[in-house]
């Protein structure tokens, strides 16, 4: 293979694994396949055209005209010529499907669906990088050059996706693709000088770029392992090890929600193994187990999945207006809520009880009255705010919602609109399920007593969707977790005419004290929302009671009976008594109880919102453990040193060494190998192709050395000169002395920093990993030597048995 074609093949390879990336951001995966195939084109392309020898300028332009006709084979195909030939109409397909893309960027929230205008963005940005990195790396011989493309294309797929979403799984092989890329440019480089002199006495035809795939093998372990020890310290590669989604990065204060969409958050959450402390409140509301936190609610379902309609929003009223449908027949009471959101919730959307009537908080926080929710501005974000909110304890009666009127006319359309992708068997199901129910509010109350029944199952491990397609799996296996309930319930409950939306949003959390809750990670829930007259937005709860502690609101459960006196139209302005605990929580800071212990409890329940300090957990131990090993690791270069040139002198290192025993050849040898490492690791390389008598010279003159210094470095080489090239040396005195002398005038010619390198990182200790790669090498070498052996024997066995004649083996 030529080294241009092994240039061609990393490059297409290295933007392939690149693009893997971007898989987050669409729901399937089924466009990478289209980009890999571009990917192949792109490639070919630029080898045909090279083969042409056209001018370098010439390739790029052609190359990216043939990427192009094949995309739009791809995309528009059917609007070409024949299925061939580009035209108007081809042309003006393609700008159909760059507009649809644009609006599903801005409708569409990651992971997006699988539509055609984001797959055709996908497949051309990834086919255009192709061209680019095939242009720098294999046309024009620059493929450090084409790493800028690269990151490019990985910067847009992990900032889109989120740095939780496991980006570091995603750098491993962008990085791997990018440093296969700058090996096969390196082969190309030093195969053009033939022999390449190795350094250690003898010439080799192997390029030397094993030793740099292996410092970049080692640079790129080092920069995925060691940011999971530290996650505190910013280094945001690696911010999802531990976690299990893309809006995680361990526990502690390491973990983030950050979707744009809350149903990908929720689920992330879910998914993970510990339950990170997300807030905190204390509220006055009567019923705490009834009172979720609620940050928003979907309320367009086009049958791909449940989103957010365009949200029209203004500044925030004070007070909130009063929710729509709420007429003066239902029992309101108010509540006052203080909550304290830590530093790992970091949301668009302020949790609220719902309905809201107040709201006190600082930053710039927007009203969208469709959904009453309360949004951020200006990048505006939750993490470490305290806020305080007075919301209405709405509490209708099962009669209140039986008797509920026609949905008013003003109520938008949307909330009951189905598209037309949604099965028939689910609103045929609904049908069934409610036979016999002769009003809206029975039927819902059937819809959510199907869910929570036995035949229904929660499981956390089934794949997130609120699709139409997702809908009718969840129907047919009867398993999902709380997103598929509601979006499901909600979806049958419009299939009834009854208008519906699917809230996100928080369940109560639990309480050591009955006064401060917290809530965590595995809090996150979704539930559905029914409108009926005279009450408005209603919570129904059709998850199962093993899901995120929900619970039915008390107007939906089979025991409620109808109450005859539902009175209290207008919320009071006082408020409500001490709230009760949520269940199996137990009020231990009332009365008879010391204000000591109600100050630990509080204590307590800040350290699990807050999190213990980091330098207490076990990660700090590990990031101990890890400096430690990496500072011995440095020290292993110097020590060695330092020992080898104590066994090298021997007793001739001092200095007053005249009297001492004659050195034998050996020793003469070895002081004559320390004076050229210790030149080495001051900045002097060795030059085995000279004599001694010209290496000195050549260290006497760049390194400056005196005339003591050099007269000793001449005694050194003239002994090694003797024992080289003499019939008989005579006695020869100890060097030590002069070696050292030797070695004090280099380090005073190098100044500080030479000489802390010197000690510190000594070049010279590359002799070590030489050594133990040669070892390795004849330890390799004899294994196969052994494996030969076997091999030839087991051969020759099975030579001697097949040419066996037959009638020998009778006789056998």
Known sequence: MTTRARLTISAATATALTALC????????????????????????????????????AVTPLQLLIVLYALMLLSVRRSMAWGLLPGGRALDALSGLLTQAGTDLGQYAVPAPDTAGLRLVLVGSVALIAVLVDALAVTHRRAAAAGLPLLALYSVGCGLSGVGSGSWIWFLPAAGGYLLLLRAEGQDRLSRWGRVFSGRGKA???????????????????????????????????????????????????YHVTSLNPVVA???????????????????????????LRIGALDEFNGVDWRFS???????????????????????????????????????????????????????????????TVVGADGQKTDG?????????????????????????????????LPDSLPAQVARTAQEVTAGKDNAFDRAVALQDWFTSPQFHYDTDIEAGTGSTAILKFLQDRRGFCVHFASTMAAMARTLGIPARVAIGFTPGSSNDGSVYVVRSTNYHAWPELYFAGTGWVRFEPTPSAG???????????????????????????PSGAASASPGAANSCGGGHRAEDCADQQTAADQAVHGEPWWLSWRALATFSLVASALVLLAVPALWRARLRRRRLGAGRHLAGADRTELTDAQVLAAWQELIDSAWDLGIPPDDASTPRRTVARIARLGSLDVEAQAAAGR?????????????????PPLGADVLATREALRASVGRYGRLRAVL???????????????????????????????????????????????????S
């Open 22 to 57: 971007l898989l987050p951001l669409i729901t399937t995966h089924g466009w990478f396949v289209q980009a890999v195939l571009l990917v192949l084109v792109a490639a070919g392309a630029g080898t045909g055209l090279r083969r042409l020898a056209l001018a370098g300028w």
């Open 548 to 574: 995120q502690g929900a619970i039915a609101p008390s107007y939906a459960r089979p025991e409620t009976a109808p109450s005859a006196g539902a009175t209290t139209a207008q919320p009071t302005d006082e």
């Open 310 to 372: 365009p949200q029209k929003l203004q500044q925030r009223p004070e007070p909130l207006p009063k929710p729509a449908g709420l007429s003066s027949a239902v029992a309101v009471t108010r509540a006052d809520t203080h909550v304290a959101i830590s530093q790992n919730l970091r949301t668009d959307w302020l949790p609220l009880p719902y309905p809201a009537n107040s709201v006190k908080v600082q930053g710039n926080w927007r009203y969208e009255p469709e959904t009453r």
């Open 761 to 811: 990182l000594p070049p010279s200790a590359v002799r070590l990993w030489w050594r133990a790669t040669e070892r390795v090498g004849a330890v390799r070498q004899a294994v196969r030597g052994r494996f030969d052996t076997v091999a030839g024997a087991v051969r020759t066995v099975v030579r001697r048995v097949l040419r066996r004649p037959p009638e020998e083996d009778g006789r």
């Open 385 to 417: 705010l305290t806020y305080d909110v007075t919301s209405l304890d709405v509490r209708p009666t099962a009669e209140q919602l039986r008797s509920a009127g026609p949905v008013p006319a003003d109520l938008p359309g949307r909330y009951l609109q």
């Open 204 to 254: 080799t035809n192997t390029p030397p770029v094993h030793s740099g795939h292996r410092v970049g093998v080692i640079a790129l372990v080092l920069a995925v392992a060691v940011p999971a020890f530290l996650p505190q310290a910013g280094l945001g590669l690696v911010g999802a090890i531990g976690g299990s989604g893309g809006s995680g990065s361990g526990s502690g204060s390491g």
């Open 266 to 292: 929720l689920t992330e959450s879910l998914h993970r193994t510990d339950a990170v402390p997300l807030l905190q409140y204390r509220t006055t509301a009567q019923s705490v187990g009834e009172m979720y």
């Open 716 to 732: 050194v080489a003239l002994a090694t000169e003797q024992v080289l090239y003499a019939r008989e040396t005579g006695p020869v």
